[in-house]
């Protein structure tokens, strides 16, 4: 903790075996659906990078639609990544673990056909988004798709919360590198323009609410 924000390695370490008690999803629920529509119903064993993931909410919903998915889940977090692991003992096969920043690990090239993101890209700058966006572009396979879910906001509120980084994240140690538990919640049409910037021919919203959005972008 320091002057009043926790860091984020530990936030996220030390929640996980809660995480699910305050924040697990029930089937239907719209926001976790978005993120796998883009995902065809199949029982082939198709390639998924799932940045940020968590307890692994969200793979849920994307085994429902692919069962034989081969998930590579990388977190933060090792308790997090713990938690996923128990959530899914019969896929223990189809799981590789990787623990790291979005902003340091090597994500391959041409190695997927999804990469997704669930409520974790808020947490980095948009000055640093771009170059997680190109190397998230070079991973996946040609024709293939990125989906981020993440947290949203009007234009006016990113302006401010920009602000308040710049006067204060930004001056702590590793403040510069996603290192504190701040959210960076950015509007829709600044979220699209970095995908378009960083290569991607097609960005799509493809659910929106005020405080929550779903893009799907094409290689």
Known sequence: MADGVEEL???FNSTADIWDQKFGAKPDDPFYQAIASPIPRTDDPIDILDLGSGTGIQLEFVFAKAPNARV????IAPNMLEQLAAKFPTKSAQLRLREGSLLDLSFGKDEYDYVISVL???HIHPDLKGDVYRRVRQALRSGGTYVEGDQSSSQESEEG?????SRWIAKLPGGDRAAWNYDITLSVETQTRLLQEAGYSDVQLVWNR???AVLV???
Do not use: E, S
């Open 9 to 11: 390695f530990g936030f």
């Open 72 to 75: 590579t889940a990388v977190d």
């Open 120 to 122: 974790a890209m808020h």
């Open 161 to 165: 919360t920009l602000y308040w980084y």
């Open 210 to 212: 005020p405080t929550n």
């Open 217 to 219: 972008a094409k290689y």
